[in-house]
């Protein structure tokens, strides 16, 4: 089992900055891929960046050169670095794991979300 727990959502004006945080807790040995993905209001969850153990990542082309992840696996937590935002990025981001349970099952676990909303 894995839990996680997120943070560093907020308020800020078109062009400015946030950086999320997610520390994953449990049977975080078995955690293999790290991401970040958002959600608006009778939308679906949509991925916006991902990482995994070795350090590859996947953006979303909407946030490509905006959007940085990363991830410390001492510390078991990914971080989403937001610059250059716009009114578009509001949403709820989740963070995302998935646990290798057995060489053909991976899981999946959600943080709990947290609202990023870009407005002047």
């Known amino acids: 089992q894995v839990q996680l727990v997120e943070s560093g959502g907020g308020l800020v004006q078109p062009g400015g900055s946030l950086r999320l945080s997610c520390a994953a807790s449990?049977?975080?040995?078995?955690?293999?891929?790290m991401g970040w993905y958002r959600q608006t209001p009778g939308k679906q969850r949509d991925l916006v960046a991902s990482?995994?153990?070795?350090?590859?990542?996947t953006y979303a082309d909407s946030v490509k050169a905006r959007f940085t992840i990363s991830r410390d696996n001492a510390k078991n937590t990914v971080y989403l670095q937001m610059n250059s935002l716009k009114p578009e990025d509001t949403a709820v981001y989740y963070c995302?794991?998935?646990?290798?349970?057995?060489?053909?099952?991976?899981?999946?676990?959600w943080g709990q979300g947290t609202q990023v909303t870009v407005s002047s």
């Open positions: 995302n794991v998935k646990e290798a349970r057995a060489l053909w099952r991976w899981d999946d676990y």
């Open positions: 449990g049977t975080t040995f078995s955690i293999t891929a």
């Open positions: 990482i995994t153990r070795g350090g590859t990542t």
